[in-house]
């Protein structure tokens, strides 16, 4: 998703990352890792770091995240985003990786996930 950001702020919304020309530029390389009805459970890697750049990108291409609230649908749902890896390029190098958490699992295995 190459789809350039920028911040608009309202005094009756706040403020919001909106898709515009005239934004930053943003890129995100996204591959699905399984799907399940009407989820999809996707890798995404920020190429570049805009503020909620991997929510606004998945709303654009058809799949907001489950429980965002501001991006996608008021579900209800707690919002199902995990940096599920980081890794920095220094010496040495850093590396972490996380488990999902238990409000995110039943989606994930509707998906294909396996703990």
Do not use: F
Not at 28 to 36: E, F, K, P, S, Y
Not at 43 to 57: D, F, I, K, P
Request: proline letters at 8%; aromatic letters at 4%.
């Amino acid at each position: 998703v190459d789809l350039p950001l920028r911040r608009v702020s309202t005094a009756a919304t706040g403020w919001r990352m909106v898709a515009d020309s005239r934004g930053d530029p943003a890129l995100t390389a996204w591959r699905v890792l399984g799907r399940g009805g009407a989820l999809s459970w996707l890798e995404l890697t920020l190429r570049s770091g805009r503020t909620h750049q991997a929510r606004v990108h998945c709303a654009a291409i058809g799949c907001p995240i489950v429980g965002d609230a501001l991006y996608g649908n008021d579900d209800g749902q707690r919002l199902n985003l995990l940096a599920r890896g980081l890794s920095l390029p220094v010496e040495p190098p850093v590396v972490a990786t996380a488990e999902p958490p238990a409000h995110m699992r039943d989606s994930l295995r509707a998906c294909g996930w396996t703990p």
